[in-house]
């Protein structure tokens, strides 16, 4: 079955940087669009960063623009999010995802069919 397995999160911080990674299995990420969602206490999963199945085009919430890199692996089926200059307002649970429809950019939660469990990340100030 499909699994996608979040790690690297934890506390850090202010100012301070983290590199998540994402593992797929049961699926080939050279089909999907990949991408980064997150969700705080309270508040609703939103998104964060994506990266296209082949260019490698990316597109960022206006929040994160050049202090998070999301990049891909496809042929070791890894995503990853580098995280630097963190902020206590990046603190949530963040998620990675999978969407197999074309296009450069879906910042949809429901388009997206594969979810990893999360991983939290706490910032301190």
């Known amino acids: 079955q499909v699994q996608l397995v979040e790690s690297g999160g934890g506390l850090v911080q202010a100012g301070g940087s983290l590199r998540l990674s994402c593992a797929a299995s049961?699926?080939?990420?050279?089909?999907?669009?990949m991408s980064w969602f997150r969700q705080a206490p309270g508040k609703e999963r939103e998104f964060v960063a994506v990266?296209?199945?082949?260019?490698?085009?990316?597109s960022y919430v206006h929040d994160v623009k050049g202090r998070f890199t999301i990049s891909r692996d496809n042929a070791k089926n890894m995503v990853y999010l580098q995280m630097s200059s963190l902020k206590p307002e990046d603190t949530a649970v963040y998620y990675c995802?999978?969407?197999?429809?074309?296009?450069?950019?879906?910042?949809?939660?429901?388009?997206?069919?594969?979810w990893g469990q999360g991983a939290q990340v706490t910032v301190s100030s």
């Open positions: 049961g699926l080939a990420i050279k089909r999907y669009l």
């Open positions: 995802a999978a969407d197999p429809s074309g296009g450069d950019a879906d910042f949809a939660v429901a388009n997206y069919n594969y």
């Open positions: 990266i296209n199945r082949s260019s490698g085009a990316t």
